[in-house]
């Protein structure tokens, strides 16, 4: 049973349809690590360009995805509700496995440093266990 439904994400980020990119989240240790996961549906529209034929999750939705996971992590802390978290920078992203229509997302965005405002996080997004993305991940809390 997941630990968080879409609309107890909705109260932590502000992200919506067709841009909240979270379906449920697993396990939560506030300012810390989130475990999220996306069920990656054939009638998502971005499938309708990337790619006709051959339908592939964007890769930098994949880091969005990370990154939401992240700022339900960093925005569950008391002192930050009802803030944004923005990206600051996206490094060492490696695109490993393409996903598809059907694959489940489970996306693991870990709080490694955080001083004030800006902070980094270690992502990891993978399919059955096999990396899909990886990256480092710096927001800003505003």
């Known amino acids: 049973m997941a630990l ?13 349809q067709p841009f909240m990119l979270l379906d449920t989240v697993e396990e939560l240790t506030p300012g810390s690590r989130a475990l999220a996961k996306k069920c990656v549906a054939y009638n998502e529209p971005y499938f309708q360009g990337h ?3 051959e339908p592939v999750m964007p890769g930098v939705l994949i880091i969005e995805a990370l990154a939401q996971a992240g700022a339900v992590a960093v925005l569950s802390l008391p002192e930050n509700k009802g803030k944004t ?13 393409k996903v598809v229509p059907g694959d489940v997302l489970l996306l693991e965005t870990e709080i490694v440093r955080q001083k004030g405002s800006i902070g980094t996080a270690k992502a990891v997004a993978t ?9 480092e991940l710096t927001f800003a809390v505003s």
């Open 51 to 53: 790619f006709p034929g």
């Open 127 to 135: 399919v059955d266990g096999v990396t899909a993305v990886q990256a």
């Open 4 to 16: 968080l439904s879409a609309k107890e994400i909705m109260e932590i980020i502000p992200h919506r």
């Open 85 to 97: 978290a923005y990206f600051a920078a996206i490094g060492n992203a490696r695109f490993k496995k």
